[in-house]
């Protein structure tokens, strides 16, 4: 009987208090459930950061150069022409991205776009990969050879597309099929490279049709320079096997020297021992080349340049003279006039007028 009272007496209490152990316990339920939606939201959140970063880090540059020109040539025979030539317009793309604290992974690749003929897409002009870091920096892929580097740069600043003119005769340019190392500390660097079964002609192409023979090793070159204040000093050696019986052996120096800040000197020396078969030909070029800004558009630039074939091939020296008006920063005009006097031989002369846009963006 007191049970059943009791019963009665507790009933009408859990009724009254049946509710706010619900209402609690609802309660508790949202506030999981609402807890579980904001960790799923910062997981996604995180996610994207995530994913943008990843983004930002694989960034590619894409970047290119248009540099048409119309061109009167005189060949000295009493024959000449006019037509639309193209200083080696390109187009590329590049990045890198950090492997870990202390080594970066790059990439380059480029192509030559022919305006003087079809505006397509021309042969590759770079294509590389490579690592970076403390250690310095290694590369595999067609890139800019380091003989070049340290001697030919300095020297390089016409728009013309045989710039530097002497040079140009024999000297390395961009190289297929090569494994380069490079280290840089303050003033200093070193730049060396070794070619494989590649093509060691001179072309701005990549066709390896004429690759040669050799079982191993077609070049080989290592160099080395140092800039100081506005001074800069570089030597290089390069060894070409062209064929089996053709070796060419370079040995070159190169110096700049900043005279002001509207004035700039170059000159790039090759002294060169060819052997063909049991014959041996010393030949050199000579390029010296000068650069002074007139005002904040105009820039007036010459060189003087020598070619010595000694008796292999041809033999010439010539000079240059260009005037360029920087528009802006992407958009230059410029007028150059070029000569070149070979020995035995007719003088060329050539006025080209041309213009160039580079441009470049990160996507």
Do not use: C
């Not at 790039?268 to 078969?277: H, L, M, N, P, V």
């Not at 060189?303 to 802006?328: A, C, I, M, P, V």
């Amino acid at each position: 009987m007191k049970n059943l009272q009791l019963k009665y007496v507790l009933l009408p209490i859990a009724l009254a208090v049946s509710p706010t152990f619900l209402a609690q316990a609802a309660d508790a339920d949202t506030q999981s459930q609402i807890e579980a939606l904001q960790k799923r939201l910062a997981e996604l959140e995180n996610g994207t950061k995530k994913e943008q970063a990843r983004k930002e880090d694989y960034g590619v540059t894409v970047y290119g150069s248009f540099r048409p020109a119309l061109t009167y040539s005189d060949f000295g025979n009493g024959e000449s022409s006019t037509d639309v030539t193209d200083f080696f317009s390109r187009i590329g793309f590049k990045g890198d991205i950090k492997v870990n604290d202390s080594i970066t992974a790059f990439y380059r690749g480029e192509w030559d776009i022919d305006v003087e003929a079809d505006a397509d897409f021309g042969d590759a002009r770079l294509g590389f990969v490579g690592l970076e870091g403390d250690f310095g920096r290694v590369a595999i892929g067609k890139q800019w050879s380091p003989h070049y580097n340290i001697v030919a740069e300095a020297t390089d600043i016409f728009n013309n597309r045989s710039s530097p003119f002497g040079y140009d005769e024999a000297g390395t340019f961009r190289t297929n099929q090569m494994v380069t190392y490079s280290y840089t500390k303050g003033g200093f660097k070193l730049d060396a490279g070794l070619q494989f079964n590649g093509d060691i002609e001179n072309s701005a192409g990549g066709d390896n049709s004429e690759a040669n023979n050799t079982a191993q090793v077609d070049s080989g070159s290592i160099g080395v320079s140092y800039s100081f204040g506005d001074f800069y000093l570089g030597a290089s050696y390069l060894d070409q096997q062209l064929d089996l019986d053709d070796e060419r052996d370079f040995r070159a120096v190169a110096g700049s020297w900043k005279v002001s800040k509207d004035f700039y000197l170059a000159v790039t020396y090759q002294d060169i021992e060819r052997s063909i078969g049991s014959e041996v030909y010393d030949q050199s070029s000579l390029d010296i080349a000068a650069s002074y800004t007139i005002n904040k558009n105009y820039t007036f630039k010459t060189s003087y340049f020598d070619w010595d074939g000694d008796g292999q091939g041809r033999t010439f020296d010539g000079y240059n003279f260009t005037l360029e008006n920087q528009l802006n920063d992407s958009v230059r005009v410029f007028v150059e006039w070029l000569s070149r006097d070979f020995e035995g031989g007719e003088k060329q002369e050539g006025l080209s007028i041309g213009m160039r846009y580079d441009f470049e963006g990160m996507f």
